[in-house]
């Protein structure tokens, strides 16, 4: 038996946590700050990682991490080499995230299909690409800015606009000072996440996630309001096709380039015309798409994550997965992603059995449960069908007491 410690505090690190809690090989799992859902947290904040490491080594912890502000900032590297296990990608490896503009060359070295691009430390530069090239683009800040960092502009002027906003203004911060300008690719988006010990790929269950705050995918982007599994876009085929032409690509390229990678590798992927593209790279589990996926796994998820963690998913079985539907309604405060009020009370009325309530934005004071964050509660829903899932997860989602919810009411509409 072990303990585990998740990090972080969200949606993803809630259902991380319970199915970990789960396995029989698993103790006690502690979450690292966590949220008003986890049952044993521990007051130390992701950034923290030198006391993230004390606590591991006394409790005598496997670690996974949530987030990627961690992973950047070499949580992985710092475990390793005080000896303690832990699943995720070092600090090198999360360049495929931390950089987009070292994931674009990346990209180019090893033959990974992703859109046209070039990358600019110079605004004035910048804007004469854009005046030069006959497509529209898509602006994104190199570094990381929390899913916040991209613009898709329909016109020159919005891509200049965007240039000033980030180069000169410094919306996204420092995150901003080189940014990455793209073609502009449409289609139907997908998230394709594996779970990779440095050498192989275990593939996750397919998921698509829905980015804006608004039904009919209007409005801003947010981090996420809802997702769901399978994706049905996703056929077995495609499946092959991103499974070998990106992941199995990605693996071997950063082995190549000695920063092999351990963790979860999420690859957000536009199929234009049949053809799969890369938009982004992910060094971590998807929130939300981490909750639908986790309602789903017919496997010990610590098992999986200690033997990537040792280099052995070659090992393991293929995972298997249930073959019912899961759809997850993000409960947000209104005003998210803008400003929205905090610590209003949340009651959570008993669910039926095929719906866990997820916490991300919640915490617990005088034993009351409140809100404290932009996306507060993740309802997640198995079903037969999807249309059952969906169902199951607005019901419960309704039945929620609190007078600030909002969410999208489309979530999985497109499937169904
Ligand atoms: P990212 O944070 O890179 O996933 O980008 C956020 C969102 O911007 C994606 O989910 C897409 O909807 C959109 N996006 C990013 N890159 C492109 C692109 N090259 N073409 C069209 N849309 C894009
Ligand atoms: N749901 C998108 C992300 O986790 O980046």
Request: hydrophobic share 40%; aromatic share 6%; net charge negative.
């Amino acid at each position: 038996m072990t303990n585990v410690l998740v990090v972080g505090s969200g949606g993803r690190e809630h259902a991380l946590a319970w199915r970990v809690s789960q396995s029989d090989m698993v103790d006690t799992v502690y979450t690292a700050p966590g949220n008003g859902g986890t049952p044993d947290n521990i007051p130390i904040q992701p950034e923290d990682i030198g006391r993230l490491a004390d606590f591991a080594a006394e409790r005598g912890c496997f670690t996974i991490v949530g987030p990627e502000a961690p992973l950047a900032a070499g949580i992985v590297d710092a475990f390793t080499e005080r000896g303690l296990d832990i699943f995720g990608p070092t600090q090198a490896a999360a360049r495929l995230e931390s950089s987009k503009a070292w994931a674009k060359g990346f990209m180019g070295r090893h033959r990974i299909r992703t859109a046209r691009s070039a990358v600019f430390d110079d605004a004035s530069k910048a804007a004469e690409y854009v005046d030069s090239v006959d497509y529209d683009v898509v602006i994104k800040a190199d570094g990381l800015a929390a899913g916040k960092g991209v613009v898709v502009c329909g016109s020159v002027q919005e891509a200049k606009d965007a240039i000033r906003s980030i180069m000169e203004q410094e919306r996204f911060g420092g995150a901003g000072r080189r940014i990455v300008i793209e073609e502009r690719l449409s289609g139907v988006e997908s998230s394709y996440i594996a779970m990779c010990d440095g050498r192989v790929a275990a593939p996750m269950a397919t998921s698509q996630d829905h980015k804006r705050i608004y039904d009919n995918d209007e409005g801003p982007n947010t981090g996420g309001m809802g997702a769901y599994s399978p994706a049905p876009h996703v056929d077995a085929d495609m499946a092959d096709t991103i499974q070998s032409e990106i992941i199995d690509r990605t693996l071997s390229g950063m082995k190549e380039e000695r920063c092999p990678l351990t963790g979860f590798l999420y690859a957000g992927i536009m199929i234009q015309d049949g053809t799969p593209y890369v938009l982004e790279y992910n060094v971590r589990m998807g929130d939300p798409e981490c909750q639908p996926i986790v309602m789903r796994m017919d496997f010990d998820l610590y098992e999986y994550a200690a033997a990537a963690a040792s280099g052995k998913l070659a090992s393991m079985p293929p995972p298997r997965w249930r073959p019912e539907h899961a759809v997850c309604v993000v409960l947000a405060a209104r005003g998210y992603p803008g400003a929205y009020p905090k610590g209003q009370p949340i009651s959570i009325p008993h669910t039926d059995e095929h719906t866990t309530v997820f916490h991300a934005g919640t915490a617990r004071r005088d034993g009351q449960l409140l809100s404290s964050g932009g996306r507060v509660l993740g309802v997640t829903s198995l079903g037969g069908t999807l249309r059952q899932a969906v169902e199951r997860a607005y019901r419960a989602a309704d039945g929620i007491g609190w007078s600030g919810k909002y969410c999208r009411r489309d979530i999985a509409a497109k499937a169904l």
